[in-house]
């Protein structure tokens, strides 16, 4: 699990007292007063809140405590949910060959190219992708959609044929699910 790093911008008195409870803390805390040191510093760190008093238009991961005073209780609170929607964030980013892929919003993209994908489209792309051996039509209708492998059905064949068109519609790509004589591949 990585270190979660809080960074506290521009606000001494708020970094001293959790400077102060920092043994009873599950994050890193430093402190940070200007923009370089704090682009600086957020380059190194891919889990890292930073809390401010006022809204700073230039920062991801930006905790703003606008209403104080608060109990302390309720701004550790604050910055533990903070963190898991980071964490959440980091973790639905998956990266498929040259494409990133977005498990959220249901996304492939590469640069500034997107495509809009079903879940069963993700959910294919993503147990294929997993796979280190091409994966048969039965495996794909047991594992992906559920079914039994007793019956007669197209269902895979179709689905992938039309994720591969639009792939090779949006990205140019006929490369990115291979077809093996034993099933379909992502190398």
Not at 73 to 81: A, P, T
Request: zero cysteines; aromatic letters at 10%.
């Amino acid at each position: 699990m990585s270190i979660q790093n809080l960074i506290i911008y521009k606000f001494i008195p708020l970094y001293d007292i959790l400077e102060e409870l920092s043994l009873n803390l599950n994050f890193k805390i430093s402190l940070i007063e200007d923009g370089n040191s704090l682009n600086e510093e957020t380059k190194n760190y891919n889990n890292y809140l930073v809390v401010s008093k006022k809204k700073y238009p230039n920062i991801i991961n930006q905790l703003v405590l606008e209403n104080k005073p608060i109990k302390i209780s309720k701004l550790i609170e604050k910055i533990n949910i903070e963190f898991l929607k980071i964490k959440f964030n980091i973790q639905s980013q998956v990266k498929v060959k040259k494409y990133s892929i977005n498990l959220n919003s249901r996304e492939m993209f590469i640069q500034d190219i997107k495509l809009k994908l079903t879940e069963k489209e993700i959910n294919t792309i993503t147990y294929l992708s997993n796979s280190n051996k091409p994966v048969g039509v039965e495996e794909l209708q047991k594992m992906v959609w559920g079914y039994q492998s007793d019956i007669e059905t197209h269902t895979v064949e179709t689905h992938i044929y039309r994720l591969r068109k639009k792939i090779l519609n949006t990205f140019n790509d006929n490369e990115f699910i291979i077809s093996k004589k034993n099933g379909y591949q992502i190398k």
